[in-house]
């Protein structure tokens, strides 16, 4: 499964971007997707999953009630809509697929290259 990561970009607090994650790959379908981030001197961290079929999401307590998780599989994609940003959501968002949804980045065999979002006061 190859990925490809894009929505980033400049915005203000409270601003509402949208990020997505384009697979290749017929089985894309079968594999759960997570959305990280990586914020400059910090570790990779979880924010946001869904399972293989959609039925199932899990956030990062700091993002839920503020992004959602999607996925269209007819499309091969998974989006990230992120609403009310703050400077502190500022980081490198990356998206990973497994055939299992971990909130851990390590056990992702498939990642995004990463696009930037930077959030301004």
């Known amino acids: 499964v190859q990925l490809q990561a894009s929505g980033g970009g400049s915005v203000q607090a409270g601003g509402s971007p949208r990020l997505s994650c384009a697979a290749s790959?017929?089985?894309?379908?079968?594999?759960?997707v997570g959305w990280f981030r990586q914020a400059p001197g910090l570790e990779r961290e979880f924010v946001a999953a869904i399972s293989s079929t959609g039925r199932s999401t899990f956030y990062e307590d700091s993002v839920k009630g503020r992004f959602t998780i999607s996925r269209d599989n007819s499309k091969n994609t998974v989006s990230l809509q992120m609403n009310s940003l703050q400077p502190e959501d500022t980081a490198v968002y990356y998206c990973?697929?497994?055939?299992?949804?971990?909130?851990?980045?390590?056990?992702?065999?498939?990642w995004g290259q990463g696009t930037l979002v930077t959030v301004s006061s």
């Open positions: 790959g017929r089985t894309f379908s079968s594999y759960g």
């Open positions: 990973a697929a497994d055939q299992i949804v971990h909130r851990d980045y390590v056990l992702y065999d498939y």
